[in-house]
T-cell receptor, first 120, second 114 residues
């Protein structure tokens, strides 16, 4: 079974509109972390936002917010007021395990990504 | 401050040759990770170093792949007897020793095996 599922291979949004990128995850761990990364055409992976499994409030970072629904195991990224520079590939990722700082509990498992295109 | 750096940015090699890819993590970051990104396989974890602990090598695809980290800083990923299926972008990341441990990635090394 896929640990991270991103069902939208491509999305279009008009400039200044909001867009939601979907992400569902599968884990039996109680403690885990969810991340979103942006990868522009230049190739570098840029960290956007983090949500811990025990965080009670949805994470926000500027125009990015994470709609975390724990019971549904979903962690959708919401980008408000889209800009042309937001056009990129977006990856959802999960780190299983909590405060363990050694061993296997630190690698990220990535989804297949969503290609977002912002149009005028 | 300086981010994660990787060298070379591009590497073209012939099948059967060995290659070394280098990663310089962010200063002060104790954890270092290698990932591989290819069209067919997406983003895959390869190996993880944390301080002086034994590395987590669970993602290395074969014994042709190895990595070391010297002095808790710079890391080298070595691929021996390269195969065409090794062609990919190899990404290095580092993180601090915090609960969040967000990983900051370098620009990657694009490896092409002819």
């Amino acid at each position: 079974a896929q640990k991270i599922t991103q069902t939208q291979p491509g999305m279009f949004v008009q400039e200044k509109e909001a867009v939601t990128l979907d992400c569902t995850y599968d884990t039996s761990d109680q403690s885990y972390g969810l991340f979103w990364y942006k990868q522009p055409s230049s190739g570098e992976m840029i960290f956007l936002i983090y949500q811990g499994s025990y965080d009670e409030q949805n994470a926000t970072e500027g125009r990015y917010s994470l709609n975390f629904q724990k019971a549904r195991k979903s962690a959708n990224l919401v980008i408000s007021a889209s800009q042309l520079g937001d056009s990129a590939m977006y990856f959802c990722a999960m780190r299983e395990g909590g405060v363990i700082l050694t061993g296997g509990g630190n690698k990220l498992t990535f989804g297949t990504g969503t290609q977002l295109k912002v149009e005028l | 401050g300086a981010g994660v750096s990787q060298s070379p940015s591009n590497k073209v090699t012939e099948k059967g040759k060995d290659v070394e890819l280098r990663c310089d993590p962010i200063s002060g970051h104790t954890a270092l990770y290698w990932y591989r990104q290819s069209l067919g396989q997406g983003l895959e974890f390869l190996i993880y170093f944390q301080g002086n602990s034994a590395p987590d090598k669970s993602g290395l695809p074969s014994d042709r792949f190895s990595a070391e980290r010297t002095g808790g800083s710079v890391s080298t990923l070595t691929i021996q007897r390269t195969q065409q299926e090794d062609s990919a972008v190899y990404l290095c990341a580092s993180s601090e020793r915090t609960l969040r441990r967000e990983q900051f990635f370098g620009p990657g090394t694009r490896l092409t095996v002819l």
